[in-house]
């Protein structure tokens, strides 16, 4: 979305595309790749891969996108990936920023704050799948992998692009490989964006985009911005998917419930006694005569645990998602178009259900999270795939209204 709203036409390809896919004029993009919690054997092969595939298609620069709460575990996958990154491209330094401070996370002296919170001491720590319980960021990534890495501090980037520079080509010379930035709002990012122009390799969280299109720009590469360009969706039915647990994403089930959105909260040990199915919620939903029902497991974190406990933590999560996949997919059958979908692994376990292959990226919705509109299918599909932790509390009501 960032590269989008800052004047690059964007699409976004769902996994490793063939080599004679057609990306059209876009002038950038985006494969979206479901590689945050698998092994990371498997993480970095996948990610290798869509390196490869978008170094084919022309690619001048790789940008390694994960989410801005940097969730991640001890085995990875953001070092490995990194790591493997950098000897495909040979390249000698990338950064690590996951700072969007619009969304309210922001990176100072190397740790990750969520708001004014700690992210060890944010709702992030009960995560189930990632609990994140350690804010240094240099610490956390150290963990990840055998490359050194090192910290450019605000000290550095408050005084802009020439600093930051000198910054990493003092860390070049110092043989460090990955430098965790620090940044407190958006022209910190866009500093970073202007000083890491000729980096082969960049990671970070979706606002670490925000400074990269100007850089082809003044190289005359990309044209100027555009005011936002008209959104219509195929007419049909909607629905709310969420198999997110985050705070924030609880907070937009909460609201639209008592907005009188009618709401069927999923209980994965019902799934695996085989209580609760695919078909019994599709009924649900297509009986429902409200225009944006919701389907949703998200709970709190202690009832989080205890399923974990006898479902295991892997397994309650892929019940979850395969049932919501499958929902997706009967309703696709019946005249369903519009799909909001929260939470990382549901939005791809969702996307795959309905052969959904490319996206067009449209209008923001909230920050980091846009509208967009699968292509090539004689019926397009309408999709919001936000991250659990994004979005307003009146999110799940007020999207609607983004789109034709």
Not at 69 to 88: C, H, R
Not at 139 to 151: A, S, Y
Not at 198 to 210: Q, R
């Amino acid at each position: 979305m960032t590269l989008a709203r800052e004047g690059m036409r964007t699409v976004q390809v769902i996994g490793v595309p063939p080599a004679d896919f057609d990306f059209g004029d876009a002038e950038a993009v985006v494969l979206a790749l479901k590689s945050r919690t698998i092994p990371a054997s498997e993480a970095v092969t996948i990610s290798r891969a869509a390196a490869r595939r978008l170094l084919d298609a022309g690619a001048e620069q790789i940008v390694f996108k994960y989410c801005s709460t940097f969730d991640s575990t001890p085995a990875g996958n953001i070092g490995q990936v990194t790591e493997a990154l950098l000897e495909l491209l040979d390249a000698p330094l990338t950064i690590a920023c996951p700072a969007f401070p619009t969304n309210g996370r922001a990176v100072y002296r190397g740790h990750l704050f969520v708001g004014d919170t700690l992210l060890s001491d944010s709702p992030m720590k009960d995560h189930p799948l990632t609990p994140m319980d350690d804010a240094n960021l240099v610490r956390v990534l150290q963990r990840q992998t055998t490359l050194p890495v090192g910290l450019v501090s605000h000290d550095a980037v408050k005084e802009g692009s020439a600093a930051i520079s000198s910054a990493f080509q003092a860390a070049i010379a110092g043989g460090e490989k990955i430098m965790i930035v620090d940044a407190l709002d958006d022209n910190h990012l866009r500093q970073i964006g202007r000083a890491a122009s000729g980096m082969k390799l960049i990671t970070g969280g979706s606002g670490i985009a925000l400074g990269l299109p100007e850089n082809f720009r003044r190289a005359g590469k990309i044209g100027e911005k555009k005011a936002e360009w008209a959104f219509s969706a195929t007419d049909g039915r909607a629905v709310i998917l969420a198999g997110s647990c985050s705070a924030a994403t609880r907070r937009q089930i909460d609201q639209a419930m008592r907005a009188e959105v009618p709401a069927l909260k999923i209980n994965p040990l019902l799934v695996a006694k085989g209580v609760v199915t695919a078909e019994s919620v599709a009924d649900w939903v297509k009986t429902s005569n409200h225009p944006t029902p919701i389907v949703y497991s998200s709970a709190d974190p202690s009832e989080v645990i205890d399923i974990q406990k006898e479902l295991g933590r892997e397994n309650a999560g892929a019940l979850v998602e395969d049932l919501l996949a499958e929902v997706a997919g009967r309703l696709k059958q019946d005249n369903f178009t519009r799909f909001l979908v929260a939470g990382g692994e549901t939005s791809g376990a969702v996307v795959q259900a309905l052969g959904v292959s490319a996206l067009q990226i449209g209008p923001e919705i909230d920050p980091g999270v846009p509208w967009t509109r699968s292509v090539g299918e004689e019926r397009p599909i309408a999709l919001a795939l936000k991250s659990g932790n994004f979005g307003a509390d009146d999110f799940f009501l007020k999207a609607w209204s983004r789109i034709q």
